[in-house]
């Protein structure tokens, strides 16, 4: 069974830079996207960005700039760092997994997730 | 970037109802759509991939259907524990996934 178990500071003034990890449990790195999805308060999903096993990254235009995802296959563990950060950043994140469809027009579908923390900006 | 759009915003219904969930593209995507659950203070759960795809555990009372732009999620015979958010997600237009804004199942 897949687990993904996130941890990071949840209490962030602003312009510092946001650090979340995401251990990831009972399988192995390759032949999967590993992506960070973050959800403000009472409001929709958005995809931040994602890494494979390789390190190749891929992240979301609007966030790009501020955006880092690394990986380390040895410890099983992907990070999330997102700097100067506002209070529009405030939000929870969650890591997931995306695994490629075989079917129709392709993509991926996240079919594990972290159990989510919240960050919170405020001066 | 492909905006994905869901209707109604809110739903209410009773349990047994059969309750249907629209959600369109701004674009064609052909069938690369997935559909999520989410309860409150919890996790987003897949419950559909690539349209009509259910995910293992799923309850076959789960169905989607659709492709190009229009696409819809289907419970038949609703249950207490389906009351929830649902949002659909494309993955057509890879790696900038987009996700529809979400709808809330509530009890009537």
């Known amino acids: 069974q897949v687990q993904l178990q996130q941890w990071g500071a949840g209490l962030l003034k602003p312009s510092e830079t946001l650090s979340l990890t995401c251990s990831v449990n009972?399988?192995?790195?390759?032949?999967?996207?590993w992506t960070w999805i973050r959800q403000p308060p009472g409001k929709g999903l958005e995809w931040i960005g994602e890494i494979n096993h390789s390190g190749s990254t891929n992240f979301n235009p609007s966030l790009k700039s501020r955006v880092t995802i690394s990986i380390d296959t040895s410890q099983n563990h992907f990070s999330l760092n997102l700097s100067s950060v506002t209070a529009a950043d405030t939000a929870v994140y969650y890591c997931?997994?995306?695994?490629?469809?075989?079917f129709g027009g392709g993509g991926y579908y996240f079919d594990y997730w972290g159990q989510g923390t919240l960050a919170t900006v405020s001066s | 970037d492909i905006q994905m759009t869901q209707s109604p915003s809110s739903l209410s219904a009773s349990v047994g109802d059969r309750v249907t969930i629209t959600c369109r593209a701004s674009q064609d995507i052909s069938t690369s759509l997935n559909w999520y659950q989410q309860k409150p203070g919890r996790a987003p759960k897949l419950l559909i991939y690539s349209t009509s795809n259910l995910q293992s555990g799923v309850p076959s009372r789960f169905s989607g259907s659709g492709s190009g732009t229009g696409f819809t999620l289907t419970i038949s015979g609703l249950q207490p524990e389906d009351f929830a958010s649902y949002y659909c997600q494309q993955s057509y237009s890879t790696p900038l996934y987009t996700f529809g804004q979400g709808t809330t199942l509530e009890i009537k």
């Open positions: 009972g399988e192995s790195f390759s032949g999967y996207y």
């Open positions: 997931t997994r995306g695994r490629l469809t075989i």
